[in-house]
């Protein structure tokens, strides 16, 4: 058996932090190496709201950066976990731009779990990185989502806080920003039962465990498609297309953006829980609009 890879990005921590507890988890049973991805474009954090905003239509539309290479032997592993943050509904750009370079081409007959760290909307990404990763001719086996689990409209106000302050403590009647420790403990104990079905399974990724998300809500789910496709498509390339480089013009679209995000949020949140208490959250619907291998 070979040696399993992490290849990881993170801003602020979160996505670190996880590898950290993924990297214990899998050394039960399997040799691990991480390598961290470099951007060649700083993104620095806290964010300013103003490069917030401006990150939006690239995430969506892909326009990410270079990239520096890791220098990897690809040939050293059979198993490769890429671990990364959720921006906009999609992989955060250095992501992006790690799996769009040249070197991401040795993924090419591995087998690829993704693990996503975000607030609560993880499946839009992980269909960006399955269809990535299958074009790459990697085999998908599953993605690992680690979501909040305080109530939506406390990490509706806490995350984007931690985002542009750098502050994640609990304040008023506000619990802490991010993930809790009970939630990097279940990613460690996930990746021990990768890593032991792994090493038994000579290397068949049919017999790896079904991975998923912590937080199964067919309303989430639901906005995170929605959203993604009906709403962050359209805004995203309509922006790119008349303004290409950030500047004034980009900006006041953005406001405008902001503005019609607001509007949907109040508007179809409440109708998407309807629809949730229609079908009673059933697994089926869970099943239908989740991530499969
Ligand atoms: C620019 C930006 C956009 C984000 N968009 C989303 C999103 O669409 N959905 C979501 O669930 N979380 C979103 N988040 C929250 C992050 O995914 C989450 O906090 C992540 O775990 C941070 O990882 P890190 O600390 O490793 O950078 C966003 C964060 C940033 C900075």
Redesign the pocket.
């Known amino acids: 058996m070979k040696k399993a890879l992490i290849v990881y990005y993170?801003?602020?921590?979160?996505?670190?932090r996880a590898v950290e507890h993924l990297a214990r988890g899998l050394g039960r049973a399997v040799a691990t190496d991480l390598r961290r991805i470099e951007p060649d474009e700083p993104f620095k954090f806290p964010?300013s709201m103003r490069n917030?905003f401006r990150?939006f239509p690239r995430c969506v539309q892909s326009v990410a950066p270079r990239t520096r290479p890791l220098n990897l032997r690809w040939v050293d592993y059979d198993l490769v976990l890429l671990a990364y943050?959720?921006?906009?509904?999609s992989p955060a750009l250095p992501m992006q731009g790690f799996l769009l370079s040249e070197e991401a081409r040795g993924l090419q007959g591995k087998t690829v779990i993704t693990v996503a760290?975000?607030?609560?909307?993880?499946l839009s990404a992980g269909i960006w990185m399955k269809d990535r990763i299958a074009a790459l001719g990697g085999y998908f086996a599953g993605q690992l989502a680690a979501c909040e689990l305080t109530p939506l409209w406390a990490s509706f106000v806490t995350?984007p806080r931690w985002?542009l302050t750098g502050r994640k403590n609990a304040f008023w009647f506000f619990p802490a920003a991010?993930l809790s420790d009970s939630d990097f403990a279940q990613i460690e104990a996930t990746a021990a039962g990768i890593a032991h079905a792994w090493a038994a399974s000579n290397g068949d990724p049919a017999r790896l465990p079904v991975l998923g998300s912590n937080l199964n809500r067919v309303s989430l789910l639901m906005m995170d498609r929605i959203g993604h496709d009906l709403f962050f498509r359209p805004w995203s390339r309509l922006i790119l297309r008349l303004f290409p480089k950030p500047g004034l013009g980009q900006d006041l679209l953005l406001v405008l953006f902001r503005m019609s995000l607001v509007v949907l949020i109040i508007c179809g949140s409440p109708c998407i829980r309807i629809f949730e208490s229609s079908v009673r959250n059933h697994p089926s619907w869970i099943r239908k609009l989740g991530l499969k291998p």
């Open positions: 993170s801003q602020a921590g979160q996505t670190e964010w917030f990150a943050p959720v921006w906009f509904l760290t975000c607030r609560n909307l993880p995350t985002m991010g």
